[in-house]
């Protein structure tokens, strides 16, 4: 069995959640199969055309294999949370869900000017918030050095907003 069907047979949908007509993808039975998590990263890892100098893990299910990954790199971790979560000085995204908007930050000295950063998520959808997460990196002067997701809804086109960034956007599984 491939990843991609490893993941696929770990996720639990969960149907008309958080609202109806939607199929929520739950990626925390994966947390149960530690060999799982490991050939995620695993996969990650093998899957990148260069090692960044800091992996950026958007909150809250970005944190787990984002962390994982920069443990295994031997880089810096970045959160990138919900708009005032963090204590310190930060910048600030915001960018539109369906019906409103949302924000995220970083602490403005965690990236420095030309370094290059890996963007981590569980699931890419519409793109959004990986975009978000983007202008941030742009904004400190950094470079995107690549995406990494768990899940892509490839009928949302998600991909197509991240490409002008870099074409190394990892997703082991699609839907």
């Known amino acids: 069995m491939n990843i991609s069907q490893k993941i696929q047979?770990?996720?639990?949908?969960?149907?008309?959640?958080?609202?109806?007509?939607?199929?929520?993808?739950?990626?925390?039975?994966?947390?149960?199969?530690?060999?799982?998590?490991?050939?995620?990263?695993?996969?990650?890892?093998?899957s990148l055309s260069e090692k960044p100098d800091a992996v950026l893990g958007i909150e809250s299910r970005g944190f787990l294999f984002g962390?994982?990954?920069?443990?295994?790199?031997?880089?810096?971790?970045?959160?990138?949370?919900?708009?005032?979560?963090?204590?310190?000085?930060?910048?600030?995204?915001?960018?539109?869900?369906?019906?409103?908007?949302?924000?995220?930050?970083?602490?403005?000295?965690?990236?420095?000017?030309?370094?290059?950063?890996?963007?981590?998520?569980d699931l890419l959808a519409t793109g959004g918030t990986a975009n978000a997460a983007t202008q941030l990196v742009l904004y400190l002067q950094a470079k995107v050095a690549a995406f990494t997701f768990i899940i892509e809804l490839s009928f949302l086109k998600g991909k197509e907003k991240l490409l002008p960034y870099t074409s190394d956007i990892i997703c082991l599984t699609q839907y």
């Open 67 to 121: 962390f994982l990954l920069a443990y295994q790199l031997k880089v810096p971790f970045i959160l990138a949370r919900k708009s005032g979560k963090l204590p310190y000085k930060t910048v600030k995204a915001e960018y539109q869900l369906e019906y409103s908007s949302a924000a995220i930050e970083i602490n403005e000295n965690s990236i420095l000017p030309g370094q290059k950063i890996l963007i981590h998520d």
């Open 9 to 46: 047979s770990a996720i639990r949908e969960i149907k008309d959640f958080p609202t109806p007509g939607v199929d929520f993808k739950d990626i925390t039975p994966i947390f149960e199969k530690p060999e799982l998590c490991e050939d995620i990263v695993n996969a990650f890892i093998s």
